[in-house]
């Protein structure tokens, strides 16, 4: 999940990106270069936050099932 979650993510930003800042002309290998340098970044970045994302969130679910406020 994490790895198509990345992939597709990022080509999408950095298409959006490349576009926004080169225009169409020449825009798959400058689009390629830029998709691949956000991917190496966003992958690993993705593996490290998600375990500690749902950590806290698992938490933050614990403290309202067990808020007598409710």
Known sequence: MPLLLTML???VVSLIATIR???LHGIFHLWLG???FS???AFP??????????KFLR?????EESDPVK
């Open 9 to 11: 993510m990022t080509a």
């Open 21 to 23: 800042a080169a225009g």
């Open 34 to 36: 830029s998709w691949l």
């Open 39 to 41: 991917w190496l970044i």
């Open 45 to 54: 970045t993705i593996l490290i936050i998600l375990p500690l994302l749902n």
């Open 59 to 63: 938490l933050i679910i614990a403290e």
